[in-house]
């Protein structure tokens, strides 16, 4: 299956800053790339849909001023909590590919 | 919205087969997935079906029934590593937005020796 880089894998930050995430697809080129949170013991909800080239779009109740997205490349798309909270801590994960979605590792991102 | 319902928990013992039942409501339906996550961790591809019918991958098979909204994941000869989070997932269109998934909340299968 196709191969979803995602970095860090891990990040503790104290509440305040702003924390970079990165997800690369690796063997395909994708010009749709997908982030979810994930909360302990909750499914994958939707965050937003990367759009290479475009904006990127939200799904509701997600802040687009406080999750911002750059999909600048095919390969290549960025997710940045800014003003990170405590109640920003959780499994952030992207996906991508055609049909069959393939997900990145995941960031487990704790905002103390 | 999608309704995506399956059961929260099931329990099985090793070498034995378990079914885990997937129902679903949404519009313009484009196939449904079968994820398996263990804790801390992505979840791993495991099927996807676009037609009626069942699909054979090894130990594990996926069946859908589009017409009743219906798909189940069955895993057969189950091995303790088996133990995991399985999470269903509908693919539906959304304007022109393609591939977008819809998440169950993901069924904790226990395999006991």
């Known amino acids: 299956g196709a191969v979803v880089s995602q970095h860090p894998s891990r990040v503790i930050c104290k509440s305040g800053t702003s924390v970079k995430i990165e997800c690369r697809s690796l063997?395909?080129?994708?010009?749709?790339m997908f982030w979810y949170r994930q909360f302990p013991k909750q499914s994958l909800m939707l965050m937003a849909t990367?759009?290479?080239?475009?904006?990127?779009?939200?799904e509701q109740g997600v802040e687009k001023d406080k999750f911002l997205i750059n999909h600048a490349s095919l390969t290549l798309s960025t997710l940045t909590v800014t003003s990170a909270h405590p109640e920003d801590s959780s499994f952030y994960i992207c996906g991508g590919g055609a049909n069959e979605q393939f997900f990145g590792p995941g960031t487990r991102l704790t905002v103390l | 919205g999608q309704n995506i319902d399956q059961p929260t928990e099931m329990t099985a013992t090793e070498g034995a087969i378990v079914q885990i039942n997937c129902t679903y409501q949404?519009?313009?339906?484009?196939?449904l997935f079968w994820y398996q996550q263990h804790a801390g961790e992505a979840p791993t591809f495991l099927s996807y079906?676009?037609?009626?019918g069942l699909e054979e991958k090894g130990r594990f098979s996926s069946f859908l029934s589009r017409s009743k909204g219906y798909s189940y994941l069955l895993l057969k000869e189950l091995q303790m590593k088996d133990s995991a989070s399985y999470l269903c997932?509908?693919?539906?269109?959304?304007?022109?937005?393609?591939?977008?998934?819809?998440f169950g909340r993901g069924t904790q299968l226990t395999v006991w020796p």
């Open positions: 079906n676009v037609l009626d």
């Open positions: 997932a509908v693919s539906a269109h959304r304007g022109s937005t393609l591939g977008r998934l819809y």
């Open positions: 949404t519009s313009g339906f484009n196939g």
């Open positions: 990367s759009n290479e080239g475009s904006k990127a779009t939200y």
């Open positions: 063997d395909f080129q994708a010009t749709t």
